[in-house]
C-alpha cells in the first residue's frame, strides 16, 4: 500500500469507483492524461464510479460546509482516476494548479471556502508537495447538478 493510501486509511477515508460515464455513454476525453513528468486530470465531480454523491447547488440547496464535502469527495475521485493512471499515488511529487468549479446562485461570494475542501484534503496528504496554484470560480451549472468540479495538473515520477 503506497504511502498516500496509508494517510488515507488515517483520515478514515477509501478511494471510490473511477468516475465512469453514464450506461449506455463513453467519455469522448481521458480522465487523466499524462505528459512527461506531468499528469493532467479532467474535471471530476463528487463521484463513486456512475453515482453522483452529492447533488445541488451551494448558496441554494446546499450550505457551504456540504460543498466543502463535495470538494472532498470530487478529490477522492480524481485521486481513484490517478491511481488507475498511474499505478501508486506515491507517483505523484508535487502538486501544480488546480481549479474548482463551484455550482452556485448568483452573487454568492465563498467559492474558495468551497473549493478549500479539495486543496486542504491534498495538503494533508502530500503536505508542502501539495501546495498549489489555484482558481475557484462560481458557474450557473454543472453536469447532472453536481456542486464541483475540480480539475488539476501533477509532476510525476517517470
Excluded at 503506497?2 to 478511494?15: F, M
Excluded at 455513454?25 to 453515482?51: C, I, K, M, N, Q
Excluded at 450550505?63 to 505523484?92: C, H, N, P
Amino acid at each position: 500500500m503506497s504511502t498516500i493510501e496509508q494517510r488515507l486509511e488515517k483520515l478514515g477515508l477509501r478511494l471510490p469507483q473511477p468516475m465512469a460515464p453514464p450506461p449506455g455513454h463513453e467519455f469522448p476525453f481521458a480522465l487523466v492524461r499524462l505528459s512527461g513528468a506531468y499528469a493532467y486530470a479532467s474535471g471530476h465531480g463528487p463521484a463513486d464510479g456512475t453515482d453522483y454523491l452529492i447533488q445541488g447547488k451551494v448558496g441554494d440547496t446546499l450550505t457551504v460546509e456540504q460543498g466543502y464535502e463535495a470538494a472532498r469527495l470530487a478529490t477522492l475521485s480524481m485521486l481513484a482516476a490517478f491511481k488507475e493512471a498511474l499505478g501508486d499515488l506515491d507517483r505523484i511529487t508535487g502538486w501544480v494548479r488546480a481549479v474548482g468549479y463551484v455550482n452556485c446562485t448568483p452573487g454568492f461570494a465563498h467559492t474558495f471556502h468551497v473549493v478549500n475542501g479539495f486543496s486542504d484534503l491534498i495538503l494533508e496528504l502530500w503536505g508542502d508537495a501539495g501546495r498549489h496554484a489555484r482558481a475557484a470560480p462560481g458557474v450557473a451549472a454543472l453536469p447532472f447538478n453536481i456542486p464541483i468540479v475540480v480539475e488539476a495538473t501533477v509532476e510525476i515520477t517517470t
